[in-house]
């Protein structure tokens, strides 16, 4: 995951800054803020790669929440955003991954059982069968 110089919250755009002072938001000292007004975000940039990405994480759910009046909590924020920094970081090919595939299956109907087989199986054991057949006819054909 990047922290990028731009991201876009519903219709707003918000430039992403990487800061070299101190944030203080309320008298309180913070590891980022977000400005909805003026579309900006501040990263404190003294803190390591890590804090910075969870900083980025987090406020960008407040411009989210900003955007789609969810009216979250300060806590709110905090614990979700903590969650969704951790998803995509143990998820990355949610982006660039293997999309799930249409994964066609055959019922197969034996009387005692039920089972279902995806596609690749039938056809495996269809050219299984169809390979031990071919090799059977070309024995009685030498024979
Ligand atoms: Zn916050």
Redesign the pocket.
Known sequence: MKIVNKVKIGYKDYDINLVDRDIYVDGKECYGQINYDNEYININNKFNDNQKKATFI?EIV?GIDEMWGSDMT?KQ??LFSNGLYKFLLDNPEIFNGKEVGNNECVNIHIPEFSYEFSKDIIDNVTKSIKDKLMQEVAVYIYK
């Open positions: 987090h407040h300060e924020v905090e």
